[in-house]
Every structure is written in C-alpha cells, then in structure tokens.
C-alpha cells in the first residue's frame, strides 16, 4: 500500500514536502522523502508497539499516529527560524502512549550530522541497561547514519515519563512524553478524566544550541542562557511573535482534566500554576502520590508531575504559566515566563494570568515539596548495608589566563560529587567494559564519602574549590540496601540539583537545610509514606537522604539534570553486579549495539 501526505518540515521556513509513506508486510511505515534528500535535522523512529493480551500476542503501530501529526511550524520562534534537530520533523517530538505491561521496540535511525542516544528517561529497564541511552556510559552512540533499535519491556510502572536525547545538549530539542497507561482493565487511582493533556516544559536558544554548549565548554565559563521558557514548544502570547503558536486546550465547563507536567528544560527549575484553578496533584515521576491541592507546583529538569484540574469557573481564558525558581546567587538565568490558554469552549475573553512564586521563592518550593507522599504505607529498606554520603556542586579548575580560562578569577567552570569530576570515556561504554572486562576505561573506586570533610555550606576556603577529574564507579552488591545523602555545598554559591538515578526510583526519606546531621536527622526520617522518585531536587544549601535496593543489575548513572552541570562532571555512576540465577542477571547485549 501506498499513499502520500503532506508534512510540514519544521526545520525550513514554511515549506510543504511530499513524503511518501509505505506501510511494508512486517507494519512498520517507511518513509521517503520525494526529490529531496532527507533532511539533516531530521531523526527517524520507526516504533514498533506489542501488547500481550492473554495468550494471543497481538502486535499493533503506532506509527502512523506519529505521521499524521502535521503541526504548526516548529522551528520559528521569537520572530527567528532556527534549524533545529528533531524527531519525525515534529517538536516537542511525538507522544508515546502504551500501558502498563506493553513491550515496545523503537528503531532510531541518527539522519543527522552529529552522534545521538535516546533516553527512555525513569523506566527501570530491569536487567537491561541496554536500552537504557546515555552515551558512553550504557552504548556508544548512534553515528549519523546509522541506527539502533531499543528494545524493552514497561513492568510495573505507569503515570508520566518522558523520552529525550542523551547525547551532549541535543536533548534541548530532542524529547518527547512517555504516557504509560494501567492496564486494561484497570483504571486510574481517581477520578477518570475527560481530557488527558502533556504539558512538556523546555527552553529556547534563539541560536543553534549545540554551538552553545560548544562555545562553553572551549571558553570555560558558563553558558549563555536561554531567550524562552516553553509550553509544549510555544513560548506563548507574552514572548515576541509568539501568540500565533500559543498553545492552547479547550475544555467544557465541568470537564476533569489530568495535566501530566514535564520539566524537559535543560537547565532550569520551573513554576507552572493555572489561573483561578486549584491543581490536585496525583502522581510525581510515574508513581501515584498521596492527593493534596495547590496553586503552583515546582518541577525540577527530568521531573513529572501529575496534576488534575477541574475547569469549574467562569467560562473563560485562563493562563497556565512556567517561569523559573533559581537559587544560584549572582548567576544569570531565564526569566521569562512561559504561557498556555486554557479556554472553555466560546469563550474570548483576555486570558487571565496566575500569580507565579518569587524567582528564588524557596518557602513555596519546601512546603509543596513537604506535601509530596506515597499513598500509604511503603516498604522501606530499613537495616543499610550501604551508608554513602555524596557532596554534590560547582567547583573550578585553575588555568592559565586566555580564551580557554573564560571562568570567574582565570578559571574553567567544573562540577563535581565528591570531589570527582566526571569524565565520560569515548572509545567504549562503560557497561561494554565492564562486561567485557576492558581494562583502563574506568575505576571502581568512587569514593563513599567525600576526601576531606568541611563545613559544605559555611564558608569553604578556596583550598577546597577544585575537583579532581576521574571515571569512577561504584560498585553495589545485588539486592544490597542502599542510603545516599546527597549534601549540596556553597562552593560558588549553593544552588538546588536535581539529581537522577538511571534504572531506578529511589525513597525520599528526609530533606533539610544546611548540613546533614546523622543524629538528628537521621531521626527524623519518614520510613513510612516516603515519596518514590527518579530525580530528587536537592534543597538550595540544604541535603536529601535517597534509599534503595540494588535490585537491577548493570551500570547506571546518577547526574545533575542540569545539562551544564553534567557537561561539566556532575556524575558518576553505579555497577549493580549480578545475583543469583537468570531473573537476577543482566540481559546479554543486542547485535545491533552501536559500535564506537
Ligand atoms: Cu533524563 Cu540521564 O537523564
């Protein structure tokens, strides 16, 4: 079968190109572009989806719902056009939708110039950290023109996650919602809503990002911020040329609507409110919460947040607003505000905007965070067989004067957990080394607690304000029960981090300000309701205490979602070795692993 559509590429100026859509024998939708060679910017997904459904093994696509998607122009923003590196020509890319129990595969095919993973950010990917994206740390990356597909199952997991690139900064424009739905026949833990709706928070560099980070990363300094905070891709009606693409939903007057918020900006903590409308939130990182009410909710970079929305006011137009929570004394960040019109239906009044936090309005972020608990009670590990204690922040490395020492005082900007800065390896993986036991690519000495002890957010004298640049792993017994505290310290200035464990969702069963005290924090912990998360925001100055159980063999990185701070070294990552018997050892690699 044969057929043409017509497709906005949304990396030109408005332009049409006919592709033509060929849906084979196996179901998988190939397409070409007519008389054009395939554009640069442009990555390909060919999705495959499967469903058990009893004993029938039932395969279906949902390609074609991913083709028929011609949206607005995606790469004109701020009066500019950019070219911008995408998925299937569209941005944000396309919205995966399956269910609880779904095996999915998705063939990547990498049609651009630069080398690109894909994340499938918050999935455990048990027993398989093949599929899990970051380069050099799980594969090596997808060179330009070549492909690879990702295969893996979704087990016991549903709410909101999201995809993205994990390949230098390419994620700024390459990502996506992962919706995970129960399974049939089981239904949501509240209400049914009638409108389900993502709601992707991002950034916009009104230049090409990747010459951004390029530009940073030769100079040593920070670098440039980003001109907008986007909704869905839109920066909305208060940014330049922006009120064309504003996004919008329409609701009726008693609709119940599930927002499922995701923080995808690369380097920026976000408020999102509603005006006039109360947000009940029902599930954070794709595990169901303890429901409570608020006006505003903060996301941290690689966050979800579930919230419900009844549109019970005035038929009108009502702003939902994003704008930044930023804690870094003195650094620049982007203050703009993002909008999306909520409109009931026939209404054209003036959208009315909601009252956003301070920029650097920490009370608001702890007393919604304080809120956030399991449903009930939750099986904690309780006796630790693994007490680490990890500082995490900035630091500088010292250089001689000239273009490469652009940092502040002749510096070069660096970031650190545990005096370690990360260094990624570039000629394999490190799970390729350490299953194939290739020597020197890493260590498996990542300390436990940080060289020195100091006074983390006093005064830290300059002594202490360089880090030393390392691979270090940490090496975790299976099923060993794991605590982290997770200490930010002032070096520069204290700043909240949102830190993301790979393969895992962790306890949060404590957070406080200054330094983490064993004895009386320790007594405070909740090991009762603990929120489950996958990226946990560590208080600006302040401390977070994470459990696990070491339950998923592989190698998985933990880092600051905070793309600079992760070019900069703010990482390390954990070997979980493997148990006893199959369910409890790593999957062998896929044929088609990228080779470096
Ligand atoms: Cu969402 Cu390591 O990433």
Redesign the pocket.
Known sequence: MKREIRYIDSSTLDTLFSYIVESSRDGLFRVWREKTNMKEENFKFDIRMYRDLGDSFNEETIESSIFHSVQEQAATRLCRNHRIVNVNGQFPGPTIEVQNGDSLEVKVTNAVKYNVTI?W?GLRQMRNPWADG?EFVTQCPIRPGASYTYKFTITDQEGTLWW?A?SRWLRATVYGALVIKPKSGSSYPFPTPTIEFPVVLGEWWDRKVISVLRQALFSGAAPNISDAITINGQPGDLLRCSSQGTTKLTVNKGDTVLLRVINAALNQQLFFSVANHKLTIVATDAVYTKQFTTNVIMVGP?QTTDVLLTADQQPGRYYMAARAYATARNAPFDNTTATAILEYKSANSQPILPQLPAFNDTNTVTAFSNQIKSPGKVNVPTKIDENLFFTIGLGFFNCSPGPRCQGPNNTRFGASMNNVSFVLPNRVSLLQAYTQKIPNVYTPDFPRVPPVQFDYTGNVPRGLWQPVKGTKLYKLKFGSSVQIILQDTSIFSTEDHPV?L?GYHFYVVGQGFGNFNPSSDTANFNLVDPPQRNTIDVPVGGWAAIRFVADNPGVW?M?C?IDTHLAWGFGMAFIVENGVGESETLLPPPSDLPKC
Do not use: S
Request: hydrophobic residues 10%; neutral net charge; glycine residues 10%.
């Open positions: 994340h950010h970051p993205h994990h690689g993301h790979h990185l880092h979602h």
